[in-house]
């Protein structure tokens, strides 16, 4: 979300990014393509024709490249965190958890004992 803002994403884009379908009204119609990418190659579902279209529609074969590249390796970063647990910070995780529209996922707890 701190990418987002960073990013010049308004507080209402955010908190509709999980949100499918995206309501209307509320994204331009390329941001609506990238969101709608995002969320399916974040759920490792087909990008399909009308998905890839979209895109194609609005942005070139090189910004496409840059949108999927970005999105890919933003994918890759939270599955690591996500397989690692990865603690944040105390500020950032209070800069991201009060505003964050998607909940942060319960943790286990550690049954790790470290004989290994």
């Known amino acids: ?4 803002r960073a990013a010049g994403l308004t507080e209402e884009k955010l908190a509709h990014l999980a949100d499918t379908p995206l309501p209307e009204g509320v994204y331009e119609d390329d941001e609506a393509a990238i969101v ?23 942005f070139s074969e090189q910004q496409i490249i840059e949108i ?8 890759t970063i939270n599955r690591f965190h996500a397989t690692f647990l990865t603690e944040l910070d105390p500020s ?3 800069s991201v958890e009060a505003t964050c529209p998607i909940p942060f996922p319960e943790q286990p707890p550690d049954t790790h004992d470290g004989s290994d």
């Open 36 to 58: 709608r990418y995002a969320q399916a190659s974040t759920r490792m579902e087909p990008i399909t024709d009308e998905i890839y279209n979209d895109l194609r529609a609005h």
């Open 1 to 4: 979300m701190l990418l987002g």
């Open 92 to 94: 950032t995780r209070e």
């Open 68 to 75: 999927c590249f970005t999105i890919g390796m933003s994918n």
